[in-house]
């Protein structure tokens, strides 16, 4: 998701600016920004570094701690949210629906990082650490998200709680999608 946002490049540039993407995932082809806000490509080039820590610290920890092995997948939801994100336009209207996926795919987030919290091990205080860094990484990410869609979409009353894209008063019959329905039904509805 963020780098259909931010763009990706193969080799990163030294000096950081607003028109710099990230390295694509594996499996990924590079692929141009189609954010338009240099502050919403800021935030995903962001997210993408955050996240590929956080990857490599849960594979590090299931290795560690457990043996395992782990392959990290995009799940359902995952892949219908980028497929969603693929089919909207580049500019504005990118930006918009970005900002109520991304704000989503935190929301999703957020329970099973507060249930590391409150349910760790307590030998494994580095786990807890993380799972916390988690929930205060993607609160704050959701906040200047809807700052953003107020400020920019007069969108102001955003909630990233149900649905592909989260919901406002403004949302489409098809953002209301509840989070339990197929993701291909809901790929196929906008």
Not at 17 to 42: D, N, Y
Not at 77 to 89: D, V
Request: some cysteine; overall charge negative; hydrophobic content about 35%.
């Amino acid at each position: 998701m963020t780098e259909l946002a931010a763009g990706t490049d193969m080799t990163r540039d030294a000096a950081i600016s607003s028109e710099e993407g990230t390295s694509p995932s594996p499996r990924f082809t590079a692929v141009q920004a189609k954010a338009q806000s240099p502050e919403l490509k800021s935030l995903a080039r962001r997210n993408n570094r955050m996240q590929r820590e956080e990857i490599l610290t849960a594979l590090d920890l299931l290795h560690d701690w457990y043996g395992i092995q782990y392959q990290p997948r995009i799940d359902r939801r995952g892949q219908a949210q980028i497929a969603l994100l693929e089919r909207t336009q580049p500019g504005e209207r990118f930006d918009h629906v970005f900002m109520e996926v991304l704000s989503r795919h935190h929301y999703l987030a957020l329970v099973p990082s507060m249930q590391c919290q409150a349910s760790v091990e307590l030998e494994h205080h580095m786990l807890q650490r993380y799972c916390s860094g988690i929930v205060h990484g993607q609160i704050n990410d959701i906040s200047d998200m809807r700052e953003m869609l107020c400020r920019d979409f007069s969108i102001c009353d955003s909630q990233p709680l149900g649905g592909l894209k989260g919901r406002h008063t403004g949302s489409e019959g098809h953002m209301f999608l509840d989070a339990d329905r197929s993701a291909e039904w809901a790929v196929t509805s906008e």
